[in-house]
Structures are given as structure tokens and as C-alpha cells.
């Protein structure tokens, strides 16, 4: 799931949508309705479990009781500071539910991720743009796989670092005991930014992280 894109697929849906005026609503969110036929797009393991110079990926999880939060930090890289080209950040947050089947919501434990903390968002690294999947749909589920994209330069301190927050709450009634999670970051730039994105944020990780071999 969270080496998911909907790549070029979203533009072919439209096209054809587009040529059937009658199938495609007009007062409609397109990207919504788009998602019905997408969900999260093609899965891609290999962009899940391998990185390379520019792109990185680090994994968290945990277990969360109703009212509890996480709180990760992704460690940003320097060499993004000033740069202008494209970037992406892929977030993913999965968990197991108990499931409660007298309730049309079924999941009684609810868990998303968000940025609230100010001066400590998306906008950090790239403008806050939700790319694919709207992000009230993203949070239907038992999976919320958001992405982010942009270009504009961004500055930033050399230590600083992207917070993510996973919170649970009771959803379908009420929710005893804790849900296992897992959360996954992925930052990536493009080719024109021939950056060593991956070697400065396992650099910060080690330095924050005693790493048994």
C-alpha cells in the first residue's frame, strides 16, 4: 500500500469521464469521484521496501488506546534547504481494528495521522499539497496513504525535523485495550535533484538512534 501511485492513471479516467458527459457529474469533486475507480492506485512493493540517493524511507509502530498519540519525527535534509525542483512525501498509517458488526461504521478503533503542530508541517519541505486521494477519503479505512507534492524552494534549520502525530479514538462504539499500528515516511526528490537525501537523514537518525547490529 504505500508504494501506491495512481501515476498516469488519474488524466486516463478523466479523458474518458470527460468524453461521457452523462457519467461524469458536473457539481462533483473529480479527484473524489476519480477515487472511487483508483482507490490508492497500483502498488508498487518495490518503492515500499527499497530506497536509494533520493529517496528514503523510515518505518514507525506502535500500539494506541482511545485518546493516545504518537509522535514521530521525520529528519529533514539540509541539502533541501533553498532548493527548488520537485519532492515528494508519501505517508501511510495502517492498523488492526476490533470490529464491531452491529455498527455501520465497524471499526471501533479510528487512528489517523496529521501535522499540527505549527512551524512543523508539510509546508517545511514543500507547499501542502494533497496529491490523489482526498484526504477525508484517505481516513475511511483502516489505511490513511496520503501524498504530498511540490516545488517551491523552502527554508528551514539544519536540524530541523517533520513531527507526525498518530492518534486513535473510539469510532464504532466503544473501544477497550490498544490497536497495533504501523506508520511509514517516505521522502523522495526528482531526478534534476541530484541531492544525498538518503545519506543526511540516516545520518540524523543514527545520531538520535543507538543502533544495535
Same mark, same amino acid.
Given at each position: 500500500?504505500?508504494?501506491? &501511485?495512481?501515476?498516469?492513471? @488519474? ?11 452523462? /457519467?461524469?457529474?458536473?457539481?462533483? %469533486? ?11 492506485? =497500483? ?9 536509494? +540517493? &533520493?529517496?528514503?524511507?523510515? !518505518? ?9 498519540? %504518537? /509522535? ?8 533541501? =534547504?533553498?532548493? $527548488?525542483?520537485? &519532492? =515528494? ?12 458488526? $452491529? ?12 501535522? #499540527?503542530?505549527?512551524? +512543523?508541517?508539510? @509546508? ?6 494533497? *496529491?490523489? /486521494?482526498?484526504? $477525508? =477519503? ?25 513531527? !507526525?502525530? +498518530?492518534?486513535?479514538?473510539?469510532? +464504532? ?14 521522502? @523522495? ?11 543526511? /537523514? *540516516?545520518? $540524523?537518525? &543514527? ?5 544495535? #547490529?
Amino acid at each position: 500500500m504505500h508504494g501506491a &501511485r495512481w501515476g498516469g492513471l @488519474e488524466e486516463r479516467y478523466e479523458s474518458v469521464l470527460n468524453a461521457e458527459p452523462s /457519467v461524469f457529474p458536473r457539481f462533483v %469533486d473529480r479527484r473524489e469521484y476519480i477515487a472511487k475507480y483508483l482507490g490508492n492506485g =497500483i502498488g508498487d512493493l518495490d518503492r515500499s521496501v527499497r530506497c536509494n +540517493a &533520493r529517496r528514503v524511507t523510515l !518505518i514507525g509502530y506502535g500500539t494506541l488506546a482511545d485518546g493516545a498519540a %504518537d /509522535v514521530f519525527t521525520f529528519p529533514l535534509p539540509q541539502a533541501l =534547504i533553498g532548493q $527548488r525542483g520537485l &519532492r =515528494i512525501l508519501v505517508v501511510t498509517l495502517s492498523w488492526f481494528s476490533p470490529i464491531n458488526t $452491529r455498527h455501520h461504521n465497524y471499526r471501533r478503533a479510528h487512528l489517523w495521522f496529521n501535522f #499540527p503542530d505549527e512551524g +512543523a508541517r508539510p @509546508e517545511l519541505v514543500l507547499p501542502s499539497t494533497r *496529491a490523489e /486521494v482526498r484526504h $477525508r =477519503i484517505a481516513q475511511r479505512g483502516t489505511v490513511q496513504h496520503e501524498v504530498f507534492t511540490g516545488e517551491d524552494a523552502r527554508v528551514f534549520q539544519a536540524d530541523a525535523g517533520l513531527r !507526525i502525530w +498518530a492518534n486513535c479514538r473510539a469510532d +464504532a462504539g466503544d473501544f477497550e485495550g490498544e490497536a497495533p499500528y504501523c506508520l511509514a515516511v517516505t521522502m @523522495e526528490v526528482g531526478e534534476e535533484l541530484d541531492l544525498p537525501i538518503y545519506q543526511q /537523514v *540516516a545520518e $540524523r537518525v &543514527r545520531q538520535a538512534v543507538r543502533v544495535r #547490529p
